[in-house]
């Protein structure tokens, strides 16, 4: 596997790749294997942003009909529990061919989702939309180099994954039995967290030089990608602050702008209804509590109360009472609170506007000045190219 790096604030840190990618890179190298019947001991794939990386194929078994390998899941200078696993990918011929010219299986290890309101329907295995394109695609592109027409199975397994899953969030999310095959961009990004503060200020420093009056900043790849196909914002030109909120609006206060614009997605910008100045997971997580108090105080029953409670996302706590008289006004309550701690963490001293979305049913929140704020941002985006 390559190694790459990004320096930050004065320090190296090593990147590491998703599960997803590690899943796509073993699943292409089976794929490869089984077509040749020789052994493959470098595999590359094309990560979502289009970039290639390589990986290294180990524990290979290779028969007629079917060929076995694993990649060893590497997060880089990341902490995380996946790392040193050894994610498999078993591929074969499918003896009953059907519409799909691949078929994508999950075996020992991988969590199934027994909740809703995740990106995985109740009852398939938790391997996320843009991981499980990487594989199809990847595995495709194979396919049509060497002009095979034949239907292929794959199937992912992690041995020992139910046992590392325990140290992650898959257990409260209604994930069991394995752990999860995630990711967005396939690369994971290291997290010192002294060193992610660091890059964020040499963010809000460069947006500071462009305009050093009014401010974009998003918590991560939800927000920036609602900014650039929904609100027409140049997200290059906007401060990516993670999960560091408080952090982040104090060095905008101290940077002296004027006005702010926060947009992000729900599971993370509610947190902030409850104070909550770091919105990790790890961290704190609130936000059935926040959206269920609202609920109450409005005159929600207690079954309803409690069926929020039981939620996992966001999404599927709003779908609940979207129906109900007191919806918007939950909203606007919640939004309130939000704006309450940001502006009490900036002292008043910077103007806020927020946009809060969900992934599901189109959901927005905007605060009262948040529209003309995007206006102005998009003009002076405009009028600086």
Known sequence: MQEEY???????????YTTGSTAAAAAAAAVEMLLSGQAVLHAGIRLPGGERAVFDIENIEITEDRV???????????PDATTGLAIYAEASWRRS????????EAGEGVGRVTKQGLACAVGE???NPVPRKMILENVGRILDRSRCEAPVLIRISVPGGQEVAKKTFNPRLGILGGISILGTTGIVEPMSEKALIGSIHVEIDRCAAEDPERLLIAPGNYGR??????????IGRSAQISNYVGESLD????????????VGHAGKLVKIAAGVMNTHSSVADCRMEVIAAHAAALGASSRTVGELLEC?????AFRIIREEEYYEALKRRILDRMLHHLRARLREEVRIEAVMFTSIGGEVIKSGGADRLIREIRQQQGASA
Do not use: N, W
């Open 251 to 262: 060095y905008i206060r101290y940077k002296g702008f004027s006005e702010a614009l926060l």
């Open 125 to 127: 295995p938790a391997i």
């Open 97 to 104: 061919p059907g519409e799909q010219r691949i078929m994508l």
């Open 225 to 234: 990608t609602f900014c650039r196909e929904t609100l027409g914002l140049d």
């Open 6 to 16: 990004d320096v930050v604030h004065g320090k190296k840190l090593r990147r590491g």
């Open 68 to 78: 076995l390998c694993s990649v060893t899941k590497d997060g880089g200078d990341d």
């Open 312 to 316: 996992v996302t966001t999404e599927e």
